[in-house]
């Protein structure tokens, strides 16, 4: 034929689909998997090798007998030489396509679509007021109409004096700060929690995250797209007894998005794992590990 | 809800139908094949060869043993379903834009275009539920549409009345014994024609589609304007799911600017109204083009669509299709 003479970058023209394709292959697997090979050719002329691992599951289902008798027709017209089972060219299957039904569907799909962290925040801030720091009144202090002439509502008697910058914050982190004895500091909701074991403070979630032991988390990167939790457990629980592995998943495809953290029981068992792990190949990519840095 | 794709047309699919155990789906476009699924799993049984024009209808009989087909090649066909033999071909002046089995199997209806001198007419064909034998080539019924053309049309229950949607928009009952107009509502907007009816499963109300944007529930006996089920798109189809009180609206913009649309703009989705509440309760995505033809599984386990775009598209619902109620239905259930 035409292509063997041909440079195998030369552009050709489709002339090429007359060449004989490889039968399609059907290997069997140890694990009662099937590999099936075949080959096409896609619109560019381009030879098209696919392979497909095939798990048989038997599902059994109860039918009407006439039903059952038409799945046993003999195919006909286009379908006459079409083995058993759907066909690749006339049936694929689509994607999974998410369908509740809801009353109110319009507003369940427009909040979707928004920002997740804005909808989390909202969340967070559901049942803080607004208090004014000068009158105790439902405004931002700076909007306060007694700003200029009156100082604030005494220090010490006020709700939450522990707030300096946003009131709405200081609803939650006031209470726990103030037994602190600290006046007037802003405390960041990661500390919070540390401070007020049993305080107002875990309403932020900010303990959620103080109770973890952070100097034992390993953050790892350059993590591999095909890469499932249960695998990175595998490979470091080696070091030692692993608390929490989370694996960084895209919402919508499922893939990992390239970074891990892995929390051990022990630090020691961490500091190991780090120098051993680092620069580790792992699906085809190496991987970075480094000890997690504290949320700032 | 993980839709099956079937790609066994090359142009825009016309309708689509269940049988009525709902394991068989009859696929017809603008190509010249009529295609037969398997619907639980997309596998395509065969398909039926023999029209010369695009196809532009096709009804399946009560027994799953015939189905009739409707072309721009100006016939009828009826083929067997098993084989895919065509047992007879009825020839007509004009092409033919709608056939359906009447209840008992042992009629048919076809709906002709208005075209070259020709008035639009329902012509009504005896069937003889038999593979083998000879079928007739006389018009048991011919019913001319001299005002406007009818679009659509279909069987009441027993057979009683035949129900025909019109280019005007409006709506007529017939009796299907003599012909004879027994009445005639407009419920459509004025020259927007009706483009779909489909039937509930005891045939005593069917839904309309039209371009008017809205879908109604009509009922068979007397034309009352049940429902109403406003959209924001020109509407090519509805069906009414068995097993639950929803309905299935399926359109989009026009065929002709569907090049010149996004597909966003285009809304070319599949929405689900309650039947009785009149509310959307969601909306499925998934056609690149406007979708001319839903069909309700009559096991109520799914439905299918068909679009523009060449593709059909399978659905089996999911278990919270078969659990969404409304607040009231609930505190009705717990009353009870």
């Given at each position: 034929m035409a292509s063997r003479n041909m440079d195998w970058a030369d552009d050709d023209?489709?002339?090429?689909?007359a060449v004989e394709l490889p039968p399609p292959q059907t290997l069997q697997n140890k694990d009662g998997t099937k590999t099936t090979i075949t080959y096409r050719y896609n619109e560019n002329g381009q030879k098209v090798k696919t392979t497909r691992r095939i798990r048989l599951v038997t599902h059994r289902e109860v039918v009407n007998p006439r039903v059952a008798e038409r799945k046993t027709w003999g195919k006909f017209g286009l379908s006459e030489k079409d083995g058993n089972g759907p066909q690749m060219d006339t049936t694929s299957v689509g994607e999974n396509i998410i369908f509740r039904l809801s009353t109110n569907w319009r507003k369940d799909t427009k909040d979707e679509s928004k920002d997740v962290n804005a909808n989390a925040m909202k969340e967070k801030l559901k049942d803080k007021t607004v208090k004014c720091?000068?009158?105790?009144?439902?405004?931002?202090t700076a909007r306060c109409p007694y700003k200029d002439t009156m100082a604030p509502v005494g220090a010490e008697g006020?709700?939450?004096?522990?707030?300096?910058?946003?009131d709405e914050l200081s609803a939650a982190g006031g209470p726990g700060a103030a037994a602190a004895g600290k006046k007037g500091s802003y405390v960041p909701p990661a500390l919070r929690g540390d401070r007020a074991a049993?305080?107002?403070?875990d309403r932020m979630g900010g303990s959620k995250y103080g109770e973890?032991?952070?100097?034992a988390t390993l953050r790892v990167t350059?993590?591999?797209?095909?890469?499932?939790e249960a695998e990175l457990r595998d490979m470091f629980e080696r070091f030692g007894r692993v608390t929490r592995v989370f694996l960084a998943k895209d919402?919508?495809?499922?893939?990992?998005?390239?970074f891990a953290f892995i929390s051990f029981a022990d630090r020691n068992d961490a500091v190991k794992a780090c120098n051993k792990m680092d620069g580790y190949g792992f699906k085809h990519l190496i991987l970075r590990v480094e000890f997690a840095k504290k949320a700032a | 809800m993980r839709p099956i794709l079937l790609s066994g047309h090359e142009r825009a699919l016309t309708q689509i139908k269940f049988n009525p155990d709902g394991d068989l789906l009859f696929s017809t476009a603008k190509d010249q094949q009529i295609c037969v699924w398997f619907?639980?799993?997309?596998?395509r049984l065969g398909t039926y060869k023999g029209h010369q024009g695009a196809i532009w209808t096709v009804d399946v009989d009560p027994t799953s043993t015939f189905i009739a087909s409707g072309s721009a090649d100006n016939t009828i066909r009826l083929w067997?379903?098993?084989?895919?033999?065509?047992?007879k071909a009825w020839d007509f002046p004009t092409a033919v834009k709608r056939v359906e089995f009447s209840e008992d199997g042992r009629q048919l209806l076809g709906v002709t275009e208005k075209r070259m001198g020709h008035l639009g007419t329902i012509v009504v064909l005896d069937v003889?539920?038999?593979?083998d034998a000879e079928q007739s080539d006389e018009r048991a019924l011919t019913i001319v549409c001299d005002e406007s053309k009818a679009t659509v049309a279909g069987w009441s229950y027993m057979d009683k009345y035949i129900i025909a949607g019109h280019e005007d928009g409006s709506v007529s009952q017939y009796d299907?014994?003599?012909?004879?107009?027994l009445d005639n509502v407009?419920?459509?907007?004025?020259?927007?024609?009706?483009t779909d009816l489909q039937w509930s499963p005891d045939r005593t109300y069917f839904i309309t589609a039209s371009k008017d944007k809205t879908a109604r529930l009509i009922a068979a006996?007397?034309?009352?304007?049940l429902k109403t089920y406003p959209s924001d798109t020109p509407l090519n189809s509805a069906c009414i799911t068995p097993k639950k009180d929803y309905v299935i609206l399926g359109g989009g913009q026009a065929a002709m600017d569907v090049t010149t649309t996004a597909a966003r703009q285009g809304k070319f989705e599949a929405r689900f109204y309650?039947?009785?509440?009149?509310?959307?309760?969601g909306r499925v995505r998934g056609h690149?083009?406007?979708?001319?033809t839903v069909a309700a599984d009559p096991t109520g386990k799914g439905y299918a669509s068909g679009g523009e775009d060449g593709y059909v598209r399978i659905h089996h619902f999911d278990k919270g299709y078969f659990d969404f109620k409304y607040e009231v239905e609930r505190e009705r259930e717990n009353r009870l």
């Open positions: 023209d489709g002339e090429e689909v720091r000068i009158c105790n009144g439902e405004h931002f006020a709700a939450d004096p522990a707030a300096g910058m946003g049993a305080g107002a403070g973890r032991d952070d100097l350059n993590v591999s797209e095909m890469a499932e919402r919508d495809t499922g893939l990992a998005k390239g | 619907s639980h799993n997309g596998e067997e379903i098993k084989t895919g033999r065509c047992l003889v539920p038999d593979v299907a014994k003599t012909g004879e107009q407009p419920v459509h907007e004025l020259n927007m024609q009706v006996r007397d034309l009352e304007l309650h039947k009785i509440f009149e509310d959307e309760i690149f083009g406007p979708l001319n």
